[in-house]
């Protein structure tokens, strides 16, 4: 069973514009982490809220997080043709099965 | 300081064959998990374990074995290798449990093939 879902499946937008991801989760959480994953490589952690959160930020990274409605959002802000990967999230131990985001330069 | 380390990066078995796929963490965590991804499925929990001489089953322990004999090293086996084991294998260590807000570190994976 997946805890977390990300939406959408797949992203591609052009260099400098923001993505937006999304994650849903099914049960009640202590708190929510983000990783990429690179291809060929392991998955990188990225950033972590916790349940009594609601907004995080990290350089050109912004988190947010909606108890009531199970939800987190990953926003990457001015994206870079570096910033293509997957994007994953956690609860407890549980990944989804992640967002491939393709930033065109 | 080398982080998490998985052994071999590659391999092709076939039907039956047996093997182990080592993780070694440098990091003096606790916690050591084994992971396989498959393509749209993200990842799923094999075993996992909470520190030297413990393991515990996670999602999908069926067809694996793990072993914590030093708190560094995580040792998974296969000792009948079929061809829905085909994947790419995960590592991971962490100093507590990520529902206590602590993080995963990722080894690169291992591709393993079975044919």
């Known amino acids: 069973s997946q805890q977390g879902e990300e939406d959408p499946q797949a992203l591609s937008i052009q260099e400098g514009e923001n993505a937006t991801m999304n994650c849903s989760y099914k049960?009640?959480?202590?708190?929510l982490q983000w990783y990429r994953q690179n291809s060929g490589r392991g998955l990188v952690h990225l950033i972590l809220?916790?349940?009594?959160?609601r907004e995080k930020h990290s350089g050109r990274l912004r988190v947010t997080l909606d108890t009531s409605k199970k939800s987190s959002s990953l926003l990457i802000t001015a994206s870079r043709a570096a910033d293509t990967a997957s994007y994953f999230c956690?609860?407890?131990?549980?990944f989804g099965p992640g967002t491939r985001l393709s930033v065109l330069p | 300081n080398a982080g998490v380390t998985q052994t071999p990066k590659f391999r092709v078995l076939k039907t039956g064959q047996s093997m182990t796929l080592l993780c070694a963490q440098d990091?003096?965590?606790?916690?050591m998990y084994w992971y396989r991804q498959d393509p749209g499925m993200g990842l799923r929990l094999i075993h996992y374990s909470v520190g030297e001489g413990t393991t515990a089953k996670g999602e999908v322990p069926d067809g694996y074995n793990v072993s914590r004999l030093k708190k560094q090293n995580f040792l998974l086996g296969l000792e009948s290798a079929a061809p829905s084991q085909t994947s790419v294998y995960f590592c991971?260590?962490?100093?507590?449990?990520?529902?206590?807000?602590?993080?995963?570190?990722f080894g690169d994976g291992t591709r393993l093939s079975i044919l």
């Open positions: 809220i916790r349940s009594n959160e």
């Open positions: 049960t009640s959480i202590n708190n």
């Open positions: 991971a260590s962490s100093y507590l449990g990520q529902g206590a807000g602590q993080p995963q570190h």
């Open positions: 990091m003096n965590h606790e916690y």
């Open positions: 956690a609860t407890d131990d549980v």
